[in-house]
């Protein structure tokens, strides 16, 4: 039996017949051996070991249902059960037509009726169940992911479309689970621990939507989505999920992200209703107080909102709908401050929204990239109002924001020095602003860029000084020519103590640098008051002037002073 086993698995399709009457067997063998490799159980414990040895290369089960020590039913129920057994079609041999239905029940593809038909059309139907078999063998290769066993994303969403058209479109939510920075687990632990991962967190997923109905999928590399119905209690389903997650997760290791796109009753298809929840799951990322969120209207909103901002961001450069104000900065060093300087800020007159501030675009151009280009507006735009000012008769050095996107342009220089050449201005004139936190995104290349622009004679002020990461071993080595003390510190020195203390001790480490240091968002004569027995240089704020148009900046220059104190 065993040189049997060994020969015939190599050849062909092999065909098992499980028979105890040994003349059936023969009869079933000599019509079917010409196009198959047939093999023979006498009963079904027998069968049931060779189903095990050669269960791969085994296409398909002729079954008696009345065989000895282990009859046809009960080798049906063991094969159901097993995944890997499944798989293989059988064809039940009886004359029992009220055996049929149970048969089914129990997974068999197809009967052959005792006695047996004509051998043509028993050839046709192992024929027919083989290639089933192996059709829906290919289907599940194709729609499963090999990993986690989960459907694919485009099977995935073909189910769902079906699902909803058989359910009457009863409310479903959809999920999208994200593992939060997964390629750095891989990188740690290795792609084995990573794929160990991912198989735990697709079972526990797979047990989910078997337990509240729906559908799973691996949409990416490290990216779920889940399709279930909507109950009063949803929220408590996917808590209980979230828990399950984090008990078979090693969650010392592991955190993820969850976004829900709950149905409102609208018509948007499977696509955006996972699009949506996966906005959602993105827009908690760097959130580490919460992994769980549910897509709302004022969301919504804000996304309609952002992406026609960025929309418009083209058009609005073109027809300068961006307007640049500025803001003096004045020396208090002596007796009476004089203005040394000013900042560029831009404001956008929007010509549906009015004036947008600054707070609601500059973060998200930030975030995709379009703040090179409304930089360059920016510079620009200062870069000519210098010209004005000096064709005037006015020296007013402007400071410009300089983003850590731009910071990084390996052309920032040679843009800088153009804009400086065409407008005919000294490069010391135009003042740039880099923010504390952008030197802690990559230190060295941001102090060698940096170190280049000042070769090139532009000046740089570290913005936002004390809000960021630098270290006081970093800051010795930052080429810098202001400190600008963030704003939120200022806020408080009245009432607060320690920030008072605190401000104190930064404008001592500008001492040491040999930097001057500039205070912005000064509001009240305390505030100026305080900052000047601290010894701080510069003042800017709101108790001097807020940002205004260059028209009115130039009438506030040629006056001399901002305001008597």
């Not at 499963?144 to 058989?166: H, I, P, W």
């Not at 109905?213 to 929220?235: Q, T, V, W």
């Not at 799951?281 to 209207?297: P, Q, S």
């Not at 379009?370 to 000519?384: F, G, P, Q, S, T």
Request: hydrophobic share 40%; charged share 25%; with cysteine.
């Amino acid at each position: 039996m065993q040189e049997l086993l060994e020969r015939k698995q190599g050849l062909h399709r092999t065909v098992l017949i499980v028979d105890d009457e040994s003349i059936e067997r023969e009869m079933l063998g000599a019509m079917l051996s010409d196009l198959y490799d047939v093999i023979y159980a006498p009963n079904g414990m027998i069968a049931l070991n060779i189903i095990k040895k050669i269960k791969s290369a085994l296409s398909l089960i002729l079954l008696d249902l009345h065989t000895p020590k282990l009859d046809g039913y009960g080798l049906l129920k063991i094969l159901r059960s097993n995944n890997e057994l499944c798989r293989i079609p059988v064809i039940v041999l009886t004359s029992e037509k009220e055996a049929e239905v149970k048969c089914l029940q129990l997974g068999a593809a197809d009967f052959i009726s005792k006695p047996y038909e004509a051998p043509d059309v028993i050839r046709a139907r192992v024929k027919h169940s083989i290639e089933l078999a192996e059709d829906r063998i290919i289907l599940l290769d194709t729609e499963r992911d090999e990993l986690t066993g989960l459907l694919n994303k485009e099977f995935f969403y073909e189910y769902a479309r079906m699902l909803n058209n058989q359910n009457d479109n009863m409310p479903m939510d959809a999920l999208v689970l994200d593992i939060n920075r997964f390629h750095i687990i891989n990188e740690l632990y290795g792609r084995a621990y990573g794929d160990m991962l991912l198989k735990k967190i697709g079972n526990c997923i797979h047990d989910f939507v078997c337990q509240v109905g729906g559908l799973a999928c691996r949409s990416n590399s490290n990216c779920f989505g889940i399709y279930i119905p909507h109950f009063d209690e949803s929220k408590g389903q996917i808590q209980h999920f979230i828990s399950m997650i984090e008990k078979e997760s090693d969650n010392r290791k592991v955190s993820f992200r969850i976004g829900v796109y709950t149905d409102d009753g609208s018509d948007l298809d499977i696509e955006q209703r996972f699009e949506r929840a996966g906005l959602i799951c993105r827009n908690i990322k760097n959130n580490y107080t919460t992994c769980f969120e549910v897509y709302n209207e004022e969301f919504h909103n804000k996304e309609l909102y952002s992406e026609r901002l960025v929309h418009d961001m083209d058009n609005a450069l073109t027809e300068k709908q961006f307007k640049v104000f500025y803001q003096p900065k004045y020396s208090i060093k002596g007796s009476t401050p004089i203005l040394t300087s000013v900042e560029a800020l831009v404001r956008w007159f929007h010509p549906v929204y009015g004036v947008i501030p600054p707070g609601e675009f500059i973060t998200l151009f930030e975030d995709n990239g379009l703040i090179r280009k409304l930089d360059k507006y920016v510079w620009n735009e200062a870069a000519d109002q210098i010209k004005r000012w000096k064709e005037e008769g006015l020296n007013i050095p402007v400071s410009v924001n300089v983003s850590r996107v731009d910071v990084f342009n390996p052309l920032l220089v040679e843009i800088l020095n153009d804009i400086i050449k065409r407008n005919g201005i000294d490069n010391n004139s135009l003042l740039l602003e880099i923010t504390e936190s952008a030197y802690s995104d990559n230190s060295q290349q941001i102090i060698n860029n940096v170190t280049l622009l000042r070769e090139n004679g532009f000046k740089i002020e570290m913005d936002d000084f004390g809000s960021g990461y630098s270290s006081l071993n970093m800051l010795c080595s930052l080429p810098i020519d202001a400190l600008k003390l963030d704003m939120e510190f200022i806020k408080n020195i009245c009432d607060n103590k320690k920030e008072y203390r605190l401000v104190g001790i930064m404008i001592d480490i500008a001492r040491l640098l040999d930097v001057p240091v500039i205070a912005e968002g000064v509001e009240t004569k305390e505030q100026f008051e305080l900052l000047e027995d601290l010894g701080c240089d510069i003042i800017q704020g709101y108790y001097f002037s807020k940002p205004i148009p260059a028209d009115d900046l130039t009438v506030l220059a040629k006056a001399g002073v901002g305001r008597s104190v």
